[in-house]
């Protein structure tokens, strides 16, 4: 349950006075009804219409093409986020990341005020499948393909599930293709690294089938539609 006023006020740019006056001057319906309680405590699956307008939905879930150096979190002391970065009317919805990339890895972001949905894309138990580029110094040799396919052991002896690993054609760089289906911290680079192959530069480019939107530039970012959710929760790559 929440109060009108804050539903009101996460999920459209009026300000608080504003809020208040519509309120009050009762432009706003619940489910059909005028209400003029600014702190009406509100189920938050009501119907809320202002000047018979339904107000933005419950929930956002955003694309994001991270740049690099910034951090996946809401706040940080010392460097700027990718909250930081999002355009203004998307700035008090209440998103964070749903996962994490390195603070110098780019590519597919979703950001979300869903808690289940983020905690759906983020549990290892789902094997949402995510596939990164990384271009690197060399490429992978045949064998450690296979140490892919046979999982990984991190020199800690963490053991990763099995993976895939592919190189791609050269560009600038030497370019590995690589599939995993958890999210162990820095996991594409310590995989590679067991393979004596350095990451110069990685990028995500797909959760689930959802695929980075080509024409979203670095740090621009866009809403999913329903099929392109419905691609991360239960597409398989191809
Ligand atoms: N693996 C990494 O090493 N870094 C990332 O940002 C994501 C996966």
Redesign the pocket.
């Known amino acids: 349950m929440e109060r009108l006023d804050k539903i009101i006020s996460q999920r459209t740019q009026h300000t608080r006075s504003e809020i208040k006056k519509l309120i009050k001057d009762g432009a706003v319906t619940v489910d059909g009804e005028v209400c003029r309680l600014c702190d009406k405590k509100l189920d938050l699956s009501c119907e809320i219409e202002i000047n018979g307008e339904p107000i933005g939905e419950r929930y956002l879930y955003l694309m994001m093409n991270k740049p690099e150096g910034v951090v996946?979190a809401v706040r940080d002391n010392t460097c700027r986020t990718v909250i930081d970065i999002l355009p203004q009317e998307f700035c008090n919805r209440g998103v964070f990341p749903a996962g994490?990339?390195?603070?110098?890895?780019t590519g597919l972001l979703i950001l979300t005020n869903d808690g289940d949905f983020s905690h759906r894309i983020m549990s290892p138990n789902k094997e949402i499948e995510?596939y990164?580029i990384a271009e690197t110094d060399k490429p992978l040799s045949d064998e450690s393909i296979k140490m892919f396919e046979q999982g990984i052991i991190f020199r800690d002896g963490t053991k990763c599930k099995s993976a895939f690993a592919e190189n791609l054609e050269r560009t600038e760089n030497y370019r590995v293709g690589?599939r995993?289906s958890e999210?162990?911290?820095?996991?594409?680079?310590?995989?590679?690294a067991v393979c004596q192959v350095n990451?110069l530069k990685?990028t995500?480019i797909s959760i689930g089938s959802l695929s980075l939107d080509v024409k979203l530039h670095k740090g621009e970012c866009r809403k999913l539609s329903n099929v392109e959710i419905e691609q991360i929760l239960f597409g398989k790559l191809n």
């Open positions: 996946c994490r990339l390195d603070k110098d890895t995510k990164y690589v995993i999210g162990k911290y820095h996991q594409v680079k310590k995989m590679l990451v990685l995500r």
